[in-house]
């Protein structure tokens, strides 16, 4: 089995201020209602395995700074830790973007200082969080979030925002929540990506976002809105 969907040889926007490719892990442990990379997520079988990936940054050597290691879920591949520890040692920086769902993985990854940057998705409170990624993973969430904010990596923690599932006050409440477990770095928040293929068959959403009515101590910087 080959665990990579696809690569993106080249970014400049998925690790800020870093030129950087994209790996996209097949699978996901989660069916998160507006998510649009369905193919990515429902996949089994990629077109590349490790060896292929580490061929193709050996040619990419100072012309790109780091990998992005995304999907799906990339925490969910069994060779994380030895091709994040290679392409370290090819001599890139690591980002990863994950649901938090693996929390044991995470802090491996940590301790084993295999990570540069991680960008952790706060899906929903704990009451919404079943309806959105139709998984019972919050608890998860929360093991990682105190991971992370125990481990003093650089990351940040982002939410996709669609109104029909999360209004201002259901945000302002998980801005609150990320604050009582010691988060101290910007509120992430994504506009929902309109597209033909998402999990939930969702449209735009009817009901005006308002970020302006938020209310949190930590800083929210907006995306896409």
Not at 28 to 48: D, Q
Not at 98 to 116: F, H, M, Q, V
Not at 141 to 146: A, E, Q, R
Not at 185 to 212: S, W
């Amino acid at each position: 089995m080959k665990p990579i969907f696809d690569i993106t040889p080249f970014s400049i926007v998925d690790f800020e201020g870093k030129i950087s490719a994209v790996v996209w892990f097949c699978g996901c442990n989660m069916r998160c209602v507006y998510c649009y990379n369905t193919k990515i997520v429902s996949a089994t079988n990629g077109k590349f395995g490790a060896d292929d990936l580490y061929e193709f940054l050996k040619m990419r050597r100072n012309k790109l700074d780091a990998v992005v290691f995304s999907g799906g879920e990339c925490t969910n591949c069994h060779e994380i830790l030895e091709i994040l520890k290679c392409v370290k040692n090819l001599g890139f920086l690591n980002k990863i973007d994950t649901n938090g769902s693996n929390p044991d993985i995470l802090a491996e990854i940590l301790k084993r200082n295999l990570a540069d940057f991680i960008s952790l998705d706060f899906k929903a409170g704990n009451e919404k969080f079943f309806k959105i990624t139709k998984t019972n993973g919050y608890e998860n969430f929360i093991k990682s979030l105190k991971i992370l904010v125990k481990s003093g990596v650089k990351f940040e923690v982002r939410t996709t925002i669609h109104s029909n599932f999360l209004n201002e006050t259901e945000i302002s409440k998980m801005a609150g929540i990320l604050e009582n477990y010691g988060y101290k770095g910007e509120y992430c928040l994504q506009n929902f990506y309109v597209t033909n293929e998402n999990f939930g068959n969702l449209k735009a959403p009817k009901i005006k976002f308002d970020p302006a009515k938020i209310k949190s101590n930590i800083k929210i910087k907006l995306r896409n809105f």
